[in-house]
């Protein structure tokens, strides 16, 4: 069988000398079609042709009943079931192509010339590959028998080398983090709420209510609108303080088509607001539809702080939230593990059972014979029963996204999963020993025993913080493996700068960016030191998300959603986005990239006091406002009013050892050029500075070498040096880290002084540049009130003291 293959591949069958002989021998002998059998072959196929028509027009009126169903119709686990036919106006287009199918028997001479060609060559071909069956026959057998004969085996062996290679394709499959079997694990079915759903019930669970259906034109025109109708309300919501929900506006419109007036399909709920759980109440993980498999994990009780940051998470709304400091961060990383957790398992487990439906509609394949294959093709065939479509994917595999800063945090989240997934079996993890050693591991950096750095910087810093990283995790029902590619992946967890590298740059040849296309869950944790890394990454990220993917290699079309193929998944997008910081650049994100037609929520409590209160040196601290008048202009405004106001004061000897504080890099290297160009005395420390150049510039700056410092605020977010010497501190605007303002001011105190320079302690000063623009930084620093008092008086400097801060 294998010789037979190999010529067969080749082109055209071997034919020894006796066996042309003898197909020329049967050529010449064989008798000229009669015009009954070529009518008969035209009847034959034009009844063929009239099958296909039947297919059509029954798919036709399958998707004509769905479109036109009441609003009481079936649905399985995440899609409509196809409903009944229409018998009566079936049968009739059925009769009417009969007919016309019928009356089919008159051909032109040239037809039944070309027919009896293409009569001769079939026939030809067929008994060539009879003949080579033959070979070593010594007498002629009949023509159909040894065709039928040796036809079976050539099948037989056909189909041992397909199912040997489909077993190949499935091992590699499972490599890859496709699906298992399904085991008797108690998640071997779909949930009593999904069982409800098939047989017609309410749809509760809120991951059906955000991903089974379209959403409205009405709601559509309103997303897409410029900018959006949105409506908004402030409420308390427990432990997470006061938050605001923003909804899409409702317009009439919309409420007619949710209650089915305009419309008879049902579309996408709208979201609502939410609701404060009761802390008091045992929690009922049944009821916010949590999956069985987890619960089984959940060995404590969530806390308040939890179960509100679930409830809101588990209503598919996207989330700003900006309370996050480093007590609650484990409690924000259960969270959100839980909901991304019960979100994949979910997806899987409804794929997986929908993958073993269509297997068992699929027609069981027999072994037939050429002669019983012939005789079929007379036979009028039936329609074929309807199969049932499962839209349950989308354009790739990847669902989550979960980005956070160094290797350290994706430990601790991939710990998680796999203590609420796996519990106590460890062999349910693939891959984890060798995970373990890549993202664990010692301390990357050596922090001193001695002058020790403040607390928030060792445990933003402790373990492994590599920041170029990435990895694909695959779920089913009864595994988590870890490392498999790209596009075999449910989750991903990466870093921004892992993530740039792999999308990369517009006109570089080697990128990629298809596996962000179908993205339905996006989490980003830790975005102050995200922010602090390279903020430009994470901007990049968002402008590469939903985009139409450059191949369809990884696409199952039969099997995506609509909402995916109509390019509405920004939509349906879920972002979660934690930080311990209120900035200017969240909330452009919030407001151009949250796009959830659910609804999104930002936390917007006030500051009491701010960071000042730390502030311990006796120092006056003075603030001075910049009248500016655009966004665009303010960077021009303040460098113009530091070089004619604030360089001319500061360059008197009574404000040596002046040390210059810049948050931004790109104002940082404007100022040092400046400075070099006009040959100002001065040094620098910035985040690309070396360890040599950077004692050597402390030292000069102590000793009044140097008669200014410029220091970025990146240098000392990743180093916190101790800068001693220090007699001036000018701030080029408010820090971006609130946390920062009293750490400088305590450096000015006699302990880091230089008692030999003989400067009076009591001629120290602070000052502070801001604009209008600045507002986040200076509440932040000075409480809500005070800054909102500052901001709106009429004078331009302000001076406070430490006793009155």
């Not at 008994?127 to 079976?152: C, I, V």
């Not at 870890?482 to 991903?492: E, K, M």
């Not at 191949?551 to 079309?557: G, I, K, L």
């Not at 994100?589 to 796009?595: E, G, M, T, V």
């Amino acid at each position: 069988m294998k010789n037979r293959r190999n010529t067969k591949s080749k082109g055209g069958p071997f034919r020894t000398k006796g066996m042309k002989k003898k197909l020329k021998k049967q050529q010449a002998n064989r008798p000229a079609p009669t015009r009954q059998t070529k009518q008969q072959k035209h009847i034959n196929r034009a009844q063929e042709t009239i099958e296909a028509q039947k297919r059509q027009i029954q798919t036709e009126l399958k998707y004509r009943k769905q479109a036109n169903a009441p609003l009481e119709y079936e649905f399985s686990d995440s899609d409509v079931e196809p409903e009944a036919k229409e018998e009566g106006a079936f049968e009739n287009l059925m009769e009417m192509l009969s007919s016309k199918g019928a009356g089919v028997s008159g051909y032109s001479e040239d037809e039944e010339d070309e027919e009896n060609e293409e009569n001769e060559e079939d026939e030809e071909n067929e008994e060539d590959s009879e003949d080579e069956e033959n070979e070593s026959d010594a007498e002629m057998l009949s023509e159909q028998e040894a065709g039928s004969d040796l036809e079976e085996d050539s099948e037989v062996g056909d189909e041992e080398e397909a199912e040997a290679e489909e077993g190949d394709v499935d091992e590699d499959d499972g490599d890859d983090g496709e699906e298992d079997a399904p085991t008797d694990d108690g998640d071997s079915a779909i949930s009593s709420d999904e069982e409800d759903v098939g047989t017609g019930g309410t749809v509760t669970d809120p991951y059906m209510l955000h991903t089974a259906f379209n959403i409205s034109p009405a709601m559509l025109e309103a997303l897409a609108a410029e900018p959006v109708s949105l409506e908004g309300k402030a409420m308390p919501f427990g432990s997470l303080g006061n938050i605001y929900v923003e909804l899409p506006k409702q317009t009439t419109m919309m409420r007619m088509e949710s209650k089915g007036i305009v419309q008879r399909e049902r579309y996408a709920t709208p979201g609502s607001l939410p609701v404060v759980p009761d802390a008091s109440s045992e929690i009922n993980w049944p009821g916010l539809h949590v999956k069985d498999k987890i619960v089984r994990n959940i060995t404590e009780t969530p806390n308040a702080m939890q179960r509100e940051m679930f409830a809101i998470l588990n209503n598919y709304q996207d989330l700003l939230y900006t309370g996050r400091t480093l007590e609650n961060g484990d409690q924000l990383r259960y969270a959100y593990c839980l909901h991304a957790l019960n979100h994949l398992v979910k997806a899987v487990t409804k794929t997986q059972h929908h993958n073993l439906k269509l297997a068992a509609a699929q027609p069981a394949s027999s072994k037939k014979s050429r002669r019983n294959r012939r005789k079929k093709e007379k036979e009028v065939i039936e329609p074929e029963i309807a199969v049932a479509e499962y839209r349950d994917q989308g354009l790739v595999r990847p669902k989550v996204l979960i980005v956070v800063p160094f290797r350290h945090s994706a430990l601790k989240i991939v710990n998680q999963l796999k203590e609420l997934f796996a519990g106590d079996n460890a062999k349910a993890v693939t891959n984890y020993k060798r995970f373990a050693e890549e993202y664990g591991g010692e301390d990357t950096l050596f922090f001193p025993q001695i002058n020790r750095k403040p607390e928030d910087y060792e445990q933003t810093f402790a373990g492994n913080i590599d920041d170029n990283f990435r990895i694909g995790i695959a779920f089913n029902r009864s595994s988590m493996k870890l490392y498999t590619r790209y596009y075999a992946s449910d989750l991903i967890i990466a870093s921004p700068l892992g993530l740039r590298v792999t999308i990369g740059a517009e006109g570089e040849t080697d990128r990629d960016y298809d596996f962000l296309s179908s993205i339905e869950l996006l989490i980003i944790d830790q975005a102050e030191v995200c922010y602090a890394q390279n903020w430009d990454h994470l901007l990049h990220l968002f402008e590469h998300l939903h985009l139409q993917p450059k191949s369809a290699e990884n696409t199952d079309f039969s099997r995506v959603r609509d909402w995916c193929l109509n390019g509405w998944t920004k939509f349906y997008r879920q972002t979660v986005f934690l930080s311990s910081l209120e900035l200017p650049e969240y909330r452009s994100l919030f407001n151009k990239h949250f796009q959830n037609y659910r609804g999104k929520i930002r936390t917007v409590n006030r500051v009491a006091h701010g960071s000042i209160r730390h502030v311990v040196v006796r120092v006056p601290q003075s603030f001075q406002r910049i009248e500016v008048t655009s966004l665009e202009g303010q960077s021009n405004a303040r460098f113009s009013h530091f070089v004619s106001v604030i360089l001319p004061q500061a360059r008197s000897l009574s404000m040596a050892r002046c040390l210059i504080y810049v948050p931004s890099y790109f104002d940082f290297v404007r100022l040092r050029n400046y400075f070099k160009k006009e040959e100002i005395s001065f040094t620098q420390i910035c985040e690309y500075t070396t360890d040599a150049k950077i004692a050597r510039a402390r030292d000069m700056f102590y000793h009044g070498s140097k008669h200014f410092l410029l220091y970025s605020e990146r240098s000392h977010f990743f180093r916190r040096h101790r800068i001693k010497g220090i007699r001036h501190l000018i701030m080029y605007a408010p820090p971006v880290y609130p946390h920062f303002y009293p750490e400088m001011i305590n450096l000015m105190a006699n302990e880091f002084q230089n008692l030999k320079d003989g400067v009076d302690a009591g001629s120290m000063t602070v000052t502070v540049l801001f604009t209008k623009y600045d507002s986040l930084y200076m509440s932040a620093i000075l409480g809500t009130d005070r800054a909102r008092t500052i901001l709106q008086a009429t004078k331009s400097v302000h001076r406070l003291t430490t006793d009155t801060k």
